[in-house]
């Protein structure tokens, strides 16, 4: 095990190659930052890792209520410890995967020496399906078990599931008032269906990095893109 100062936070890793490059995504690049009047925003974290995301939103919003769910135990335990290291309260960190389903399924880990934890899927060889992989059984729960409230933030890096995940959600997503996802590009879904179902709620906007892709080109996504959605009405 690693650890590194991150501004204000000590940060516990064990690949370094990985930390530096999640550390770029979100803190350099801001790219989970969102505005709210909220003072104390409702944040859901699908994918939370170990947990730089999730210290990412406490530094913006210190009275952020947030629901952390990671469900790689290794990685977990990194998330629970850079919680506990930090003195970071107000976050309920739950150590299961998010389905179309609640109960148990199979997640497939990386298994080479680099041991990237950021990959885990429900897809063996993860989402590009080139992954070498282990699989071990987790815990499962539905996301709309989640959304019993209105959410400011909903964050989802989940490795090829969005659609099932999203399709079980459907009816809930009305209360979520924004939200960034990483869609994978996997045969089990599609991206143009995604993007209906989002853009029945909210108004969506498809990046590659930080630049937005136009309509015409969106049919030639091969690979990972980021959504970003704000919903159209009101959400009290």
Not at 98 to 114: C, K, M, R, Y
Request: aromatic residues 10%.
């Amino acid at each position: 095990m690693q650890s590194s100062r991150l501004q204000k936070y000590t940060i516990y890793y064990e690949n370094s190659e990985e930390y530096h490059h999640l550390k770029r995504e979100v803190f350099t690049s801001d790219l989970y930052y969102f505005e709210t009047e909220n003072p104390n925003p409702f944040i859901i974290d699908l994918g939370a890792h170990i947990g730089l995301s999730t210290l990412y939103f406490k530094q913006t919003y210190p009275g952020s209520e947030i629901i952390a769910i990671e469900p790689n135990p290794g990685t977990f335990e990194l998330l629970e410890q850079n919680l506990f290291e930090n003195q970071i309260d107000g976050v309920t960190a739950i150590n299961a995967a998010v389905s179309d389903q609640s109960g148990f399924e199979e997640l497939f880990l990386d298994e080479t020496a680099e041991q990237w934890h950021s990959v885990a899927s429900f897809h063996t060889g993860s989402w590009a399906g080139t992954q070498q992989s282990k699989s071990i059984v987790v815990q499962t729960y539905k996301l709309s078990e989640f959304i019993t409230k209105p959410v400011d933030f909903l964050k989802m890096d989940i490795e090829g599931s969005e659609q099932k995940v999203l399709l079980e959600a459907e009816d809930a997503l009305p209360l979520v008032k924004e939200i960034h996802l990483e869609f994978h590009t996997h045969p089990t879904q599609s991206l143009k269906k995604v993007m209906d179902l989002l853009d029945r709620t909210h108004k969506i906007e498809i990046y590659d990095g930080t630049t937005i892709i136009p309509a015409k080109k969106l049919k030639k996504i091969t690979g990972m893109v980021q959504i970003r959605g704000i919903n159209r009405k009101k959400v009290n």
